[in-house]
Nanobody, 125 residues
């Protein structure tokens, strides 16, 4: 059973930074892509960023490009998301996600089988 536990959310002013972490357990972490999604109240869950298991370039949503950086530490089975220059529209619950197979379309939430409990990020104006 794969378990994902996020941490690092909180309240920050616009222009500030937060670093989210996701600790994974239950299988070989390095063999799979990992992703971050977010969901704001009244909106669908949306893709934020993903990183492959084979050292490929990270993928970002347009809203995250230039501000967010995804990284993974396979030795510590931890996925991170550094978020800089935060905006009020970044306010959402952020979820870490892992697929059940290696070849996936990383932008699509239905491709992921395992989800963390989410961590709230609130950006005040």
């Amino acid at each position: 059973q794969v378990q994902l536990v996020e941490s690092g959310g909180g309240l920050v002013q616009a222009g500030g930074s937060l670093r989210l972490s996701c600790k994974a357990s239950g299988r070989i972490f390095s063999n799979y892509a990992m992703g971050w999604f977010r969901q704001a109240p009244g909106k669908e869950r949306e893709f934020v960023s993903a990183i492959s298991w084979i050292g490929g370039a990270p993928v970002y949503a347009d809203s995250a490009k230039g501000r967010f950086t995804i990284s993974r530490d396979d030795a510590k089975t931890t996925l991170s998301l550094q978020m800089n220059s935060l905006k009020p529209e970044d306010t959402a619950v952020y979820y870490c996600a892992a697929p059940g197979r290696r070849e996936i379309k990383v932008h699509q939430p239905e491709e992921y089988d395992y989800w963390g409990q989410g961590t709230q990020v609130t950006v005040s104006s």
